[in-house]
């Protein structure tokens, strides 16, 4: 993972004009660069935007794309919209909860390999229920299809 | 290039004419999201690899989504002379015998779904004609398109371009008759005449309420203040559809020549397109449309020396259902929290900044250049008596041929899910549709004669909200689908107002108590009360549509919730706590 310097958060906010208006696109470089937003990286956008800290906290955890704990290396994101519900998209959840470990509150494996997070509508309801493991797309999942699939990533 | 007239217009047809109908091979690979992730990039890679192992002289092109959902990975052959061949269910294993039919000119009869002999060209009269397909032998026993079931009561309008052509470039739009409506609009039109007709066309929004969208624009044009903006909402957060995304993937261009009329219309010099999160592939898209479309003068200053400027930016969300709200939208734009606030006063009065701006949703504005190109009558021709136009779905749940669609307004449910959806897989029985997601509700199997049209389906107690149609079977239960759509509105809601914060998840507790078997006598009464008191009190459509599903099934579905409190039993054998 890169390290937080305190010039490539003042890059991100330069990009940006040093614009309150611009704090949702800032988060979100932030977020891609460390795959969540660092505290001490929100400290500084609060100083240099002149927001305050509270309202960065209203704005980063009102988005469901912000995270404010450190992320796996491959994020699985488990379609949760209404066509995968029909379609017994929870059973893929309780499958990768059970496979990697994970509990109700426990959304990150332990080695930082895998973070698992159930999302709203990915657009493709037609082949339900659906996953995207960090860029890629997957369909018709199923409980015996998840082994497969992980297995592309590095799990044993 | 840069357009400035009739004559520049004509010369970047004819270049996208070239490319469309060339004179040799097109292959057509669909590639939106849902294709690509049934496997398209993959078939199309290989497409690629074999072309230039055995030698064929073709363009690989990557189109948007034809909406054939069912039989992706999709391939079109375009050859000079021979009808347009559409090929189904494509693997990278089937792309050596394929390509060897095209080199001989024949069809893979393995993987043909069916032939096009004529394709329409709405906005650029009339049709092109590949050739007579039945009068060749090769072609004869395929199926045209006008007789594909899956086709036949479908009308495109705001998808017309969808799937025909490449995203990605300019001129196959134009050829498809694109900006020309943009060119006559400013060349003759005064802006109070663009809205009467769009308000003569009975044009109304494509998500939500139905509001007419030439009155939105009326009153944002008669609003005090020098600066307006013209917005346009992608943000689908709806579960259970994914077609804006799908039209903002497959034809960008349709929708900005929308918003360009929209804007001239209103008076604003600035726009901006908002695209909730993990639309990467239409962000994309979209960016290069709208940067192809300033280089040639569709955007920038003076658009086609007619005096109007006007600038358009991408922004992209960062993700939340209430975002779909127009005053949620605007705070979100301004670097907020996406929390509603009351109405009046309507954003076409004070907006983003304070500003008058219009917010007008994807699909709205791809219908647009087709309304002005051929004008408000023939519009408003097609259509219900209230409910002008056609009308996307994203057709899905237990149905063979799941799909993306676009149907007149007026046809039936029965026809969306029989004739077009092909019923349902063998064994299984139709039990309820869900239309509208979680603003909307489920109507049983007796209603299937019911139109799609804003009042219709209102008063059933559903909704055309932004088009999801999801078929159910026997094997749902009514209370574990209301269970989770409360419980995607309660997780979904900002927290500003107390009925939707706390009313939304009182009902939500409640009807998971009755999924699991702890159902009190006297449940059904509460949520009936708890449903009309939420409607009256919530601040925005989020929270006052929220009970709508509920509502619906207590009409329906009575019985299956007395069942559940009464007997302690599921029929539908998905409530695990309860026997079947």
Not at chain 2, 322 to 337: K, N
Not at chain 2, 386 to 398: A, P
């Amino acid at each position: 993972m890169k390290s937080i310097t305190k010039s490539a958060i003042d890059a991100i906010l330069k990009k940006h004009g040093n614009a309150e208006e611009s704090l949702i696109a800032v988060l979100k470089d932030i977020q891609n660069q460390y795959g969540y937003l660092p505290q001490e990286a929100l400290r500084q956008v609060s100083e240099k935007l002149a927001v305050p800290l509270s309202k960065i906290f209203c704005v980063a955890t009102f988005y469901s794309t912000f995270s404010l704990e450190p992320r796996g290396k491959n994020v699985i994101s488990v379609c949760q919209g209404t066509a995968c519900h029909t379609k017994k998209g929870e059973e893929v959840v309780t499958s990768l909860t059970r496979t990697l470990k994970l509990g109700a509150d426990r959304k990150t494996t332990a080695d930082r390999a895998f973070t698992v997070e159930k999302v709203r509508c990915m657009g493709c309801c037609s082949i339900a229920p659906a996953v995207r493991v960090n860029q890629d797309q997957y369909g018709q999942v199923t409980q015996n299809s998840v082994a497969n699939i992980l297995s592309k990533y590095g799990k044993a | 290039m840069k357009v400035s007239g009739k004559k520049d217009l004509q010369k970047l047809q004819k270049e996208g004419m070239a490319t469309l109908f060339p004179d040799r091979t097109r292959i057509m690979v669909g590639m939106a999201t849902c294709c690509i992730a049934k496997g398209s990039a993959e078939v199309m890679s290989a497409l690629k690899d074999e072309i230039k192992k055995q030698g064929l002289k073709a363009d690989v092109v990557a189109v948007g989504c034809i909406g054939l959902c069912y039989q992706e990975p999709t391939i079109e052959v375009v050859q000079p002379g021979k009808p347009k061949i559409t090929y189904g269910e494509m693997t990278p294993g089937k792309i050596p015998s394929l390509v060897a039919c095209i080199k001989q000119g024949k069809v893979e009869k393995q993987s043909v779904l069916y032939r096009t002999d004529k394709e329409e060209l709405p906005l650029n009269e009339g049709r092109h004609i590949f050739s007579k397909g039945a009068s060749l032998k090769e072609f004869k026993g395929i199926q045209e398109y006008s007789e594909v079931p899956f086709f036949k009561k479908q009308r495109k309008v705001a998808l017309r371009n969808a799937g025909f052509i490449d995203p990605e470039n300019i001129s196959e739009y134009i050829a498809r008759g694109g900006y020309s409506s943009l060119m006559n609009t400013l060349a003759s039109m005064k802006p109070e005449a663009v809205i009467a007709e769009v308000t003569k066309a009975g044009l109304r929004g494509r998500s939500g309420g139905g509001f007419p969208t030439g009155v939105k624009w009326q009153a944002c044009r008669k609003a005090d203040g020098k600066i307006k903006y013209m917005l346009c909402n992608v943000s689908e957060g709806d579960p259970g559809i994914g077609m804006h995304k799908s039209l903002l993937e497959s034809d960008p261009h349709s929708v900005l020549e929308g918003m360009i009329i929209g804007a001239y219309a209103i008076g604003a010099k600035e726009g901006y397109i908002y695209i909730s999160s993990g639309q990467t592939l239409g962000v994309m898209r979209m960016e290069k449309a709208v940067a192809d479309a300033k280089a040639c003068g569709f955007l920038g200053k003076s658009i086609l020396k007619s005096g109007f400027d006007f600038t358009v930016k991408v922004k992209e969300g960062a993700g939340a259902y209430v975002c779909g709200e127009e005053t949620a939208l605007i705070r979100s734009f301004e670097g907020d929290w996406g929390e509603p606030r009351q109405r009046p006063p309507y954003p076409a009065v004070s907006g983003l900044w304070g500003k008058p701006t219009v917010i007008n949703n994807v699909e709205t504005l791809a219908n647009v250049p087709v309304i002005m190109g051929k004008g408000a009558k023939w519009f408003s021709s097609i259509g219900s008596e209230k409910s002008k136009g056609t009308k996307v779905f994203s057709v899905v749940g237990e149905v063979n041929r799941p799909g993306l669609i676009e149907v007149p307004m007026g046809t039936t449910l029965r026809e969306i899910i029989y004739d077009v959806g092909g019923g349902l897989p063998k064994g299984k029985t139709l039990k309820a549709v869900l239309a509208g997601g979680p603003a909307g509700g489920c109507v049983p199997k007796k209603l299937m004669n019911l139109p799609v049209d804003y009042e219709a389906l209102m008063q059933a107690g559903s909704a055309m909200s932004s088009g999801g149609i999801i078929v159910m079977d026997e094997g749902n239960c009514m209370v574990d689908m209301n269970k989770y759509l409360l419980s995607f509105s309660e997780e979904e809601s900002c927290g500003k107002c107390t009925p939707c914060r706390v009313g939304v998840r009182r009902m939500r507790e409640i009807i998971t108590d009755i999924s699991e078997g702890k159902g009190r006598e006297g449940d059904v009464e509460l949520l009936e009360k708890m449903a009309l008191l939420i409607k009256d009190g919530a601040l925005c459509n989020l929270g006052k549509t929220a009970p709508n599903p509920v509502l619906a099934t207590l009409r329906y579905f009575k019985d299956e919730y007395q069942a559940h409190i009464k007997k302690k039993k599921c029929s539908a054998a998905v409530c695990k706590s309860l026997k079947k």
